[in-house]
C-alpha cells in the first residue's frame, strides 16, 4: 500500500512562478525523501531530510518536514520548463526489519511548466 | 562514476513466459533494491539485496525473486509472467540511506 499522497496529483504553472507540492505520510519514519521523474523514466535523487530536521535547502529547492502532522512541502522557486516532470516524496517507513531500507512511495505529483 | 545501470532498456514478452532483468550498481554500493512502478502510480518495492542477503521482500507473488552476486550486481527474475506485470522495473543502489535509480527496464507482456 502507498505510505505517502501527494498533492496535488497535477499542477500547471508559467515559468518563473514557484511550485509547492505537498506530501502526507501515515507511520512514523527515519527521513523523507524527494524523487523527480522525467517522463517514465529513473528517478533522481533530489533531497533528504531527517526526522529530527524541519527545513532542508538545495538550489532552488526548499523542503519543509512536520512529523507531528506527518507531512512535507517540496517548494520549487523560479520553476524552469525543464523542472516538468513527476515529483514522488517517499518514506523509509522507519522500517527496520532486517535492516531493510525499503522505500514507499506516493502516486506523485505530475508538474508542468509553461514557457 | 557511472550510476545504476539496468539491462535491457526494453523488452516485450508473452504471458507465461520467464524474464530476467539486470543490474550494476554506482561503484561501491553494496546495497541493492527492485521496485516495481506501473503507468500512474509511485514505485512499489519488491526486493532489497545487501552483501547478497535478503534484505526485505514486498508483498509480491513467488514468481518473483532476485539474487545479489558478489560484486554486487543484481538479477531480478519473473516466471510465468502476467499481463499485469508489464511496468516499469528499478533498480537503486545505496551506500546509507540515499537511494540511487538506474533508468529503468519497461517490461510489455502481451
Known amino acids: 500500500s502507498q505510505q505517502g499522497e501527494e498533492d496535488p496529483q497535477a499542477l500547471s504553472i508559467q515559468e518563473g512562478e514557484n511550485a509547492t507540492m505537498n506530501c502526507s505520510y501515515k507511520?512514523?519514519?527515519?527521513?523523507l525523501q524527494w524523487y523527480r521523474q522525467n517522463s517514465g523514466r529513473g528517478l533522481v535523487h533530489l533531497i533528504l531530510i531527517r526526522s529530527n530536521e524541519r527545513e532542508k535547502h538545495s538550489g532552488r529547492l526548499r523542503v519543509t518536514l512536520d512529523t507531528s502532522k506527518k507531512s512535507s512541502s517540496l517548494l520549487i522557486t523560479a520553476s524552469r520548463a525543464a523542472d516538468t516532470a513527476s515529483y514522488f516524496c517517499?518514506?523509509?517507513?522507519?522500517?527496520?526489519?532486517?535492516?531493510?531500507?525499503?522505500?514507499?512511495f506516493g502516486k506523485g505529483t505530475k508538474l508542468t511548466v509553461n514557457p | 562514476d557511472a550510476g545504476v545501470t539496468q539491462s535491457p532498456t526494453h523488452l516485450i514478452k508473452t504471458r507465461g513466459q520467464h524474464v530476467t532483468l539486470r543490474c550494476s550498481p554506482i561503484s561501491g554500493h553494496k546495497s541493492v533494491s527492485w521496485y516495481q512502478q506501473v503507468l500512474g502510480q509511485g514505485p512499489q518495492f519488491i526486493f532489497q539485496?545487501?552483501?547478497?542477503?535478503?534484505?526485505g521482500r514486498g508483498n509480491f507473488p513467488d514468481r518473483f525473486s532476485a539474487r545479489q552476486f558478489p560484486n554486487y550486481s543484481s538479477e531480478l527474475n519473473v516466471n510465468a509472467l502476467l499481463l499485469g506485470d508489464s511496468a516499469l522495473y528499478l533498480c537503486?543502489?545505496?551506500?546509507?540511506?540515499?537511494?540511487?535509480f538506474g533508468p529503468g527496464t519497461r517490461l510489455l507482456v502481451l
Open positions: 507511520t512514523s519514519i527515519n527521513n
Open positions: 517517499a518514506t523509509d517507513a522507519g522500517d527496520t526489519q532486517g535492516g531493510s531500507e525499503k522505500l514507499v
Open positions: 537503486a543502489s545505496s551506500l546509507v540511506q540515499t537511494q540511487y
Open positions: 539485496y545487501y552483501e547478497k542477503e535478503e534484505r
